[in-house]
């Protein structure tokens, strides 16, 4: 594996919560980062979804890495485009944003895997379940030696299936992890509920405990094994949910917070009480999964699934700062940017460049102005030096 190395600005917070929550994972010397790139490059039908595995400078707060690769993800996807994402995040300047911030970017190269051919639809209906499975198996296995190494994730999309493989190789080596999901979907039907086949609809199910029982067994699946409970994952955003997914919130006591409850409540509160939920007893690793359709179309309207009534730019730059300041951010996914759904180029950089301000923003960059370590202001080298000059002209 390829490394790539960059320094990120200390963090404001203290990290001592951070670095024992995590002290298993080896760490670097404060205010020192590391990136790692790698790509699971398109293969005959798949695209590649980027995964970036990448610990924002909060994630250790103290010692910061990250790790960064691109997952297949396309191939659940019915509307041809969402594998181009990651590409248009890297022309859209991610990674010049991650080094005015200090950080020094390697790229790590792809990962490359193959459709399965003759890949039959699961129960008449089930799209490509062998290749996502196994797709999804590769990016686990990566995201878990890149955590493994100390490094967090930052996993750029594709669609929402790759969190199949990013949350599950996340859990290997954090068993104890929190998810927050900001998404205009809930993400959670099962193959026996979903009515479109896509399993971009459906990860959650997968990785949830308490649903073991009601999820079959998938061709190519027998490698993931359930790794949340229902107390670990908070929503923020919904505001398109599924009958079978709704039932699931409600009937396994999950923790949501639709735009309503945003309008009710306020970004602030909601934010405290995701936290409350997730590290209210201790405190613990976070993985950030973000679908760029949380935010309202008038502001990311190259995506697959867009909805009305998204949260605002300043209420999802809230999300990834308040996260970022937790000391506890250990991987991000970013998802569904696809180039080929904006109406204009002027959408699909608007969209792009909405996608790098969350990672950059989990990686440190505040509306105060994204700012590099500063000591102290500099002195004159000698408070009498300009009164003496100004003396010799007249003298």
């Given at each position: 594996?390829?490394?790539?190395?960059?320094?990120?600005?200390?963090?404001?917070?203290?990290?001592?919560?951070?670095?024992?929550?995590?002290?298993?994972?080896?760490?670097?010397?404060?205010g020192?980062?590391?990136?790692?790139?790698a790509?699971?490059?398109?293969?005959?039908?798949?695209?590649?979804?980027?995964?970036?595995?990448?610990?924002a400078?909060?994630?250790?707060?103290?010692?910061?890495r990250s790790?960064?690769?691109?997952?297949?993800?396309a191939?659940?996807?019915?509307?041809?485009g969402?594998?181009?994402?990651?590409?248009?995040?890297?022309?859209?300047?991610?990674?010049?944003?991650?080094?005015?911030?200090?950080?020094?970017?390697y790229?790590?190269g792809?990962?490359?895997?193959t459709?399965?051919?003759n890949?039959?639809?699961?129960?008449?209906?089930?799209?490509?379940?062998?290749?996502?499975?196994?797709?999804?198996?590769?990016?686990a296995?990566?995201?878990?030696?890149?955590?493994?190494?100390?490094h967090?994730?930052?996993?750029i999309?594709?669609?929402?299936?790759?969190?199949l493989?990013?949350?599950?190789?996340?859990?290997?080596?954090?068993?104890?992890?929190?998810?927050?999901?900001?998404?205009?979907?809930?993400?959670?039907?099962?193959?026996?509920?979903?009515?479109?086949?896509?399993?971009?609809?459906?990860?959650?199910?997968?990785l949830?405990r308490?649903?073991?029982?009601?999820?079959?067994?998938?061709?190519?699946?027998?490698?993931?094994?359930?790794?949340?409970?229902?107390?670990?994952?908070?929503?923020?955003?919904?505001?398109?949910?599924?009958?079978?997914?709704?039932?699931?919130l409600?009937?396994?006591?999950?923790q949501?917070?639709?735009?309503?409850?945003?309008?009710?409540?306020?970004?602030?509160?909601?934010?405290?009480?995701?936290?409350?939920?997730?590290?209210?007893?201790?405190q613990?690793?976070?993985?950030?999964?973000?679908?760029?359709?949380?935010?309202?179309?008038?502001?990311?309207?190259?995506?697959?699934?867009?909805?009305?009534?998204?949260?605002?730019?300043?209420?999802g730059?809230?999300?990834?700062?308040e996260?970022?300041?937790?000391?506890?951010?250990s991987?991000?996914?970013?998802?569904e940017?696809?180039p080929l759904?904006?109406?204009?180029?002027?959408?699909?950089?608007?969209?792009?460049s909405?996608?790098?301000?969350?990672?950059?923003?989990?990686?440190?960059?505040?509306?105060?102005?994204?700012?590099?370590?500063?000591?102290?202001?500099?002195?004159?080298?000698?408070?009498?030096?300009?009164?003496?000059?100004?003396?010799?002209?007249?003298?």
């Open positions: 594996m390829v490394r790539l190395r960059y320094t990120l600005p200390a963090s404001g917070r203290d990290g001592s919560a951070a670095r024992r929550a995590i002290a298993s994972l080896p760490l670097q010397p404060r020192r980062s590391c990136v790692y790139w790509s699971l490059s398109r293969g005959p039908g798949i695209g590649s979804a980027g995964v970036g595995p990448a610990r400078r909060s994630a250790a707060a103290g010692s910061r790790y960064h690769s691109r997952a297949g993800g191939v659940a996807e019915k509307r041809r969402v594998d181009h994402g990651p590409a248009t995040l890297r022309a859209a300047g991610l990674v010049e944003r991650l080094a005015g911030l200090g950080c020094q970017v790229d790590f792809d990962l490359n895997f459709q399965v051919p890949d039959e639809l699961y129960n008449n209906l089930i799209l490509y379940p062998r290749s996502v499975g196994l797709a999804s198996q590769v990016l296995d990566t995201v878990s030696r890149a955590v493994a190494a100390g967090s994730c930052v996993t999309g594709g669609d929402h299936s790759l969190a493989g990013s949350v599950s190789g996340h859990a290997q080596q954090c068993p104890h992890l929190g998810v927050i999901w900001v998404d205009a979907h809930a993400d959670i039907n099962t193959p026996l509920t979903t009515q479109s086949g896509s399993l971009h609809g459906q990860p959650l199910s997968f949830l308490e649903l073991q029982d009601k999820v079959p067994q998938l061709p190519g699946f027998s490698w993931l094994k359930p790794c949340l409970s229902a107390s670990d994952i908070v929503y923020i955003g919904l505001r398109d949910v599924d009958p079978a997914e709704y039932y699931i409600k009937n396994y006591d999950i949501y917070f639709s735009m309503r409850d945003i309008d009710c409540l306020g970004i602030q509160k909601v934010m405290e009480r995701t936290f409350e939920q997730l590290m209210g007893r201790r613990r690793p976070i993985h950030l999964s973000f679908d760029i359709d949380a935010f309202d179309p008038s502001l990311a309207p190259a995506t697959g699934t867009p909805v009305l009534g998204g949260l605002t730019y300043r209420e730059m809230y999300i990834a700062e996260i970022h300041n937790t000391g506890m951010l991987a991000v996914d970013m998802v940017v696809n759904l904006g109406a204009s180029q002027e959408e699909v950089n608007a969209t792009a909405l996608a790098v301000d969350v990672i950059a923003t989990c990686f440190g960059q505040t509306r105060e102005g994204a700012h590099t370590a500063f000591d102290e202001l500099p002195t004159p080298s000698s408070p009498d030096e300009s009164d003496s000059e100004e003396q010799c002209q007249y003298s």
